[in-house]
């Protein structure tokens, strides 16, 4: 099926640890992005990315990088995680031509960080 | 800065309601609007897309409304059902096709059978 797939979709980090959320797409879409969602926060623009090679940073960047070398996958990496960064994650693209310009969603993950 | 503001922020209907939920948003030049659906502990699934020239979206039972000028929106939910319970969120995307995505906190619908 079509879409944005994230993995994983848990994970339980000690403080310090690094690791990287992966996040594909097969639909060809030049935009890709992630947000963290925050209970009373909402969802928050970490990074993003308009084609490969290409990022630049969101509302709330500190803690996380991007790259972005191919258009099908866009991964975040967290560097030294902190318990604030415990959080769900989602990754969305969407085209930037053509008929929709809908943002498509991938299912999340849910990272804890103790 | 693009705010978006959602009201209410929790709704409670029996079932067979019809039932408005209003979105609205400070900057109006705004590329185009979606509404998603997101169960609890899940993603976040696309209703209805609104670009900024249109006026409404229909899909089934939802019914989308765009005033660009007065930054509103309006999702039109009719003959409600226990399945429709869920968070629903707008979300307004900036002037361009490769426009930012700026999201309002939601609005907790439940409906009761």
């Known amino acids: 099926n079509a879409g944005v797939t994230q993995t994983p979709k848990f994970q339980v980090l000690k403080t310090g640890q690094s690791m990287t959320l992966q996040c594909a797409q097969d639909?060809?879409?030049?935009?890709m992005s992630w947000y963290r969602q925050d209970p009373g926060m909402g969802l928050r623009l970490i990074h993003y990315?308009?084609?490969?090679?290409?990022?630049d940073q969101g509302e709330v960047p500190n803690g996380y990088n991007v790259s972005r070398s191919t258009t099908e996958d866009f991964p975040l990496r967290l560097l030294s995680a902190a318990p604030s960064q415990t959080s769900v994650y989602f990754c969305a693209s969407s085209a930037t031509t053509g008929a929709f310009y809908g943002y498509t969603f991938g299912s999340g993950t849910r990272l804890t960080v103790v | 800065k693009q705010e978006v503001t959602q009201i209410p922020a929790a709704l409670s209907v029996p079932e067979g309601e019809n039932l408005v939920l209003n979105c609205s948003f400070t900057?109006?030049?705004?590329?185009?609007l979606q509404w998603f659906r997101q169960d609890p502990g899940k993603g976040l699934t696309s209703l209805l897309l609104i670009q900024s020239s249109q006026r409404e979206q229909t899909s089934g039972r939802l019914n989308a409304s765009l005033d660009k000028s007065s930054g509103r929106s309006t999702l039109y939910i009719a003959a409600s059902q226990p399945g429709d319970s869920a968070t629903y969120l707008c979300a307004v995307r900036g002037g361009t096709s490769y426009g930012k995505l700026t999201f309002g906190q939601g609005t907790i619908l439940t409906v009761h059978p």
């Open positions: 639909m060809n879409h030049e935009y």
């Open positions: 900057d109006s030049a705004i590329y185009n």
């Open positions: 990315s308009v084609g490969a090679g290409i990022t």
